[in-house]
């Protein structure tokens, strides 16, 4: 009876176990193959029958003990487990932190609460534990391990929204030694003094060597303070090699020695300035030779724009400048002109068809430039077309051109999308009065065909790809003045420059320079000098530039707006439900200087439905053109701009008021 009753709670033990159908399977089969062996071999199936009997009865008569085993095997893995459990969730380096629906912390690990020492986390809103774990919060990273810095420290997280989880691992040691071997990484630089020369040739001798001496002197004292390697190249250029670790400082400081050496030669009428490209690998496995090239890209770049300052770039990132406040001294020189005439003409002769084209929304410098160049290339017996959406001309262009002696000279543009469909391979583009594509009129063209580039504003990062002649002179006052300067070196040759034309070009310098009174030097004046001796009219100018009474009053509303902010700072708001012209809004930010204490002026107004300018001028000591650049624009140092799209005003005014505090700050 009593094995009776084993059998039966061995069955129900079986019973129970999950695998239980599995192996009534396969005793099931093993009965086939007994019941076949018991007819083919009765010996053999007999014997099969007994073995199973045998081993029901064996489990039958110890099943108390086979279950005492199995538990006290269960028991250890649990307790195993447990422990396991406990050692990783209370003494492994993993920060845990769990929350409620209301953000209240309601568990924390021990590793998690010595994160925060003194500190009572339980019960307390996740947000105490810092503004970072917001952020952690606002993310579900469940599938991904993220950084965060908490104080001093790095961490990688992971986010479990759906169990309301945070988990913490610590990783300042490992991003230290990353940071250490980064900081190690070898950076490139050329310094460059822009008017070395010029200024010992004012100099005797004795002068020339005490200036030279006292010069490197500062320069090797700086190179010794930061621990750089310099050596000497030339006159001009100096090599300087230094570490990640050391720019880095260079940086945080805004290369503030170059600030003061300038200074200082200024106060004792040296006007000496240095120039600095400095590159830096963007990646581990980087070449000496690419970071010296990368280097004297990022060197010509600050050239460019107008020295006197230091650009920092890696080869795939974007350019940092630093420095750059002062006005760039005149360093053109007729000889260069003319070098570069000869070589605008080798470059014509070459292409059998020249495009010509400025930026979008033309003024007249730019339009006028055009046409310049255009009488060139047509006295080189070459064909051209100038590149202009005639839908977006501003009122003194249009007026320009309606002063024109062949009314046929409209015949001579084309519009964007039709210049593209009539493209040739053999084709040249010239770019007058820009160089960064963006700004383009002929913006498809790019990158099909050679380009020559005659601008007169501080090169950007962004610039044109395959150029083959880029004269960019940010001394000059405008490219109308660079264009007259060509022809001026030819004066002796036939076929100079009509009436219209040279009255385009001294419009085009007359509007840049407002009326003569901003960025005029000597050579300004003689080239206005010689469009005069070629019958240039000032007043069909005076005719041109003049305006309706409705322009009038908007202007006046526009500066009615205004606003002082930060030390010398203002701004005029215009309407976010009227359309300005840029002729406008750049007149209102002329104007505005005019006022007592303002340094620099700024207009934030609406050009087209999807578009906020702002129109920067500055009377020198502020360079406007960095403001502008932080906000995806470009100009001088006294007088720039840039175009915002789907933005209010409001929120043009709040981006550019954060970038003067930034400015403010530095």
Same mark, same amino acid.
């Not at 003024?363 to 590149?387: N, P, R, T």
């Not at 003049?546 to 009053?553: A, G, P, Q, R």
């Given at each position: 009876? !009593?094995t009776?009753?084993?059998?039966?709670?061995?069955?129900?033990?079986?019973?129970?176990?999950?695998?239980?159908?599995?192996?009534?399977?396969l005793?099931?089969?093993?009965?086939?193959?007994?019941?076949?062996?018991?007819f083919?071999?009765?010996?053999?199936?007999?014997?099969?029958?007994l073995?199973?009997?045998?081993?029901?009865?064996? /489990?039958?008569?110890? +099943?108390?003990?086979?279950?005492?085993?199995?538990?006290?095997?269960?028991?250890?893995?649990?307790?195993?487990?447990?422990k =396991?459990?406990?050692?990783?969730?209370? @003494? #492994?380096?993993?920060?845990?932190?769990?929350?409620?629906?209301?953000?209240?912390? @309601?568990?924390?690990?021990?590793?998690?609460?010595?994160?925060?020492?003194?500190?009572?986390?339980?019960?307390?809103? +996740?947000?105490n534990? *810092? =503004?970072?774990?917001? !952020?952690?919060?606002?993310?579900?990273?469940?599938?991904?391990?993220?950084?965060?810095?908490? &104080?001093?420290?790095?961490?990688?997280?992971?986010?479990?929204?759906?169990?309301?989880?945070?988990?913490?691992?610590?990783?300042?040691?490992?991003?230290?030694?990353?940071?250490?071997?980064?900081?190690?990484?070898?950076?490139?630089?050329?310094?460059?003094?822009?008017?070395y020369?010029?200024?010992?040739?004012?100099?005797? %001798?004795?002068?020339a060597?005490?200036?030279?001496?006292?010069?490197?002197?500062?320069?090797?004292?700086?190179?010794?303070?930061?621990?750089?390697?310099?050596?000497? +190249?030339?006159?001009?250029?100096?090599?300087?090699?230094?570490?990640?670790?050391?720019?880095?400082?260079?940086?945080?400081?805004?290369?503030? /020695?170059?600030?003061?050496?300038?200074?200082?030669?200024?106060?004792?009428?040296?006007?000496?300035?240095?120039?600095?490209?400095?590159?830096?690998?963007?990646?581990?496995?980087?070449?000496?030779?690419?970071? #010296?090239?990368?280097?004297?890209?990022?060197? %010509?770049?600050?050239?460019?724009?107008?020295?006197?300052?230091?650009?920092?770039?890696?080869?795939?990132?974007?350019?940092? /400048?630093?420095?750059?406040?002062?006005?760039?001294?005149? !360093?053109?020189?007729?000889?260069? $002109?003319?070098?570069?005439?000869?070589?605008?003409?080798?470059?014509?002769?070459?292409?059998?068809?020249?495009?010509i084209?400025?930026?979008?929304?033309?003024?007249?410098?730019?339009?006028?430039?055009?046409?310049?160049?255009?009488?060139?290339?047509?006295?080189?017996?070459?064909?051209? @077309?100038?590149?202009?959406?005639?839908?977006?001309?501003?009122s003194?262009?249009?007026?320009?051109?309606?002063?024109?002696?062949?009314?046929?000279?409209?015949?001579?543009?084309?519009?964007?999308?039709?210049?593209?469909?009539?493209?040739?391979? @053999?084709?040249?583009l010239?770019?007058?009065?820009?160089h960064?594509?963006?700004? $383009?009129?002929?913006?498809?063209?790019?990158?099909?065909?050679?380009?020559?580039?005659i601008?007169?504003?501080r090169?950007?990062?962004?610039?044109?790809?395959?150029?083959?002649?880029?004269?960019?002179?940010?001394?000059?006052?405008?490219?109308?003045?660079?264009?007259?300067?060509?022809?001026?070196?030819?004066?002796?040759?036939?076929?100079?420059?009509? #009436?219209?034309?040279?009255?385009?070009?001294?419009? *085009?310098?007359?509007?840049?320079?407002?009326?003569?009174?901003?960025?005029? &030097?000597?050579?300004?004046?003689?080239?206005?000098?010689?469009?005069? =001796?070629?019958?240039?009219?000032?007043?069909?100018?005076?005719?041109?530039l003049?305006?309706?009474?409705?322009?009038?009053?908007?202007?006046?509303?526009?500066?009615e707006?205004?606003?002082?902010?930060?030390?010398?700072?203002?701004?005029?708001?215009?309407?976010?439900?009227? +359309?300005?012209?840029?002729?406008?809004?750049?007149?209102?930010?002329?104007?505005?200087?005019?006022?007592?204490?303002?340094?620099?002026?700024?207009?934030?107004?609406?050009?087209?439905?999807?578009?906020?300018?702002?129109? #920067?001028?500055?009377? &020198?000591?502020i360079?406007?053109?960095?403001?502008?650049?932080?906000?995806?624009?470009?100009?001088?140092? =006294?007088?720039?701009?840039?175009?915002?799209?789907?933005?209010?005003?409001?929120?043009?005014?709040?981006k550019?008021?954060?970038?003067?505090?930034?400015?403010?700050?530095?």
């Open positions: 009876m !009593k009776l009753e084993q059998i039966k709670y061995f069955f129900k033990a079986f019973q129970s176990f999950a695998i239980s159908w599995q192996i009534y399977t005793l099931l089969i093993y009965c086939v193959i007994s019941l076949i062996a018991l083919l071999y009765w010996q053999i199936g007999l014997m099969l029958i073995f199973l009997l045998l081993l029901v009865v064996f /489990f039958a008569l110890n +099943i108390n003990n086979i279950m005492q085993n199995i538990n006290a095997l269960a028991n250890d893995l649990s307790k195993n487990a447990n =396991s459990y406990n050692q990783a969730l209370y @003494k #492994a380096p993993i920060a845990i932190v769990m929350y409620d629906n209301n953000l209240r912390i @309601k568990w924390v690990n021990p590793a998690m609460q010595a994160s925060f020492k003194g500190k009572e986390l339980l019960g307390s809103k +996740i947000e534990l *810092g =503004s970072e774990f917001i !952020k952690i919060i606002e993310e579900d990273s469940e599938d991904k391990w993220d950084l965060i810095t908490i &104080g001093d420290r790095t961490f990688k997280y992971q986010h479990e929204a759906d169990n309301q989880s945070i988990y913490l691992v610590d990783v300042s040691r490992e991003t230290e030694i990353v940071e250490q071997q980064n900081n190690n990484l070898l950076v490139f630089g050329y310094i460059f003094l822009d008017d020369n010029e200024v010992v040739e004012t100099m005797d %001798d004795e002068q060597t005490n200036f030279d001496a006292s010069l490197f002197a500062s320069i090797n004292s700086w190179t010794k303070e930061f621990n750089i390697y310099s050596k000497r +190249i030339d006159d001009e250029k100096i090599i300087i090699i230094m570490n990640l670790a050391t720019l880095k400082e260079l940086e945080k400081n805004k290369f503030k /020695f170059f600030d003061e050496l300038y200074q200082k030669n200024y106060k004792n009428n040296i006007p000496i300035s240095i120039s600095l490209g400095i590159a830096y690998p963007s990646r581990k496995n980087y070449g000496i030779n690419d970071l #010296a090239d990368q280097a004297q890209l990022n060197l %010509d770049l600050a050239l460019g724009r107008g020295g006197n300052q230091v650009v920092v770039r890696a080869a795939d990132e974007r350019a940092r /400048f630093y420095g750059g406040g002062s006005n760039p001294s005149q !360093k053109r020189s007729n000889v260069k $002109s003319r070098l570069i005439y000869q070589a605008l003409k080798t470059s014509i002769r070459q292409a059998d068809f020249v495009w084209a400025g930026h979008k929304q033309p003024d007249l410098d730019s339009i006028a430039s055009a046409i310049g160049v255009q009488k060139i290339v047509h006295q080189l017996g070459k064909d051209s @077309k100038i590149i202009i959406d005639e839908q977006g001309l501003n003194d262009v249009q007026a320009l051109l309606r002063m024109a002696d062949e009314p046929s000279i409209k015949d001579n543009f084309i519009d964007p999308a039709s210049a593209k469909d009539q493209l040739g391979s @053999k084709n040249l010239i770019l007058v009065d820009h960064r594509p963006s700004l $383009s009129e002929a913006s498809d063209l790019l990158g099909q065909v050679d380009v020559v580039v601008d007169h504003h090169r950007g990062e962004e610039f044109v790809a395959r150029s083959i002649l880029t004269y960019i002179e940010p001394y000059a006052s405008s490219t109308s003045e660079l264009i007259t300067e060509f022809f001026m070196n030819r004066r002796n040759l036939s076929g100079g420059l009509n #009436a219209f034309e040279a009255t385009a070009l001294l419009a *085009g310098i007359i509007v840049d320079t407002n009326n003569f009174g901003s960025r005029t &030097g000597s050579r300004t004046f003689d080239a206005a000098s010689y469009l005069k =001796s070629r019958g240039a009219s000032t007043n069909q100018i005076q005719h041109i003049k305006e309706d009474l409705d322009s009038v009053i908007k202007r006046n509303k526009l500066i707006t205004i606003r002082l902010i930060g030390n010398g700072y203002s701004v005029a708001l215009g309407p976010d439900d009227q +359309i300005y012209d840029n002729i406008i809004a750049s007149q209102a930010a002329d104007m505005m200087l005019d006022i007592k204490d303002i340094e620099a002026s700024f207009v934030i107004y609406r050009r087209d439905k999807n578009v906020v300018g702002i129109s #920067a001028r500055s009377l &020198g000591d360079n406007v053109q960095r403001i502008m650049e932080q906000l995806d624009g470009g100009g001088h140092l =006294s007088n720039a701009a840039t175009q915002l799209k789907d933005l209010t005003i409001k929120e043009a005014y709040n550019l008021l954060l970038v003067i505090q930034e400015m403010e700050e530095e």
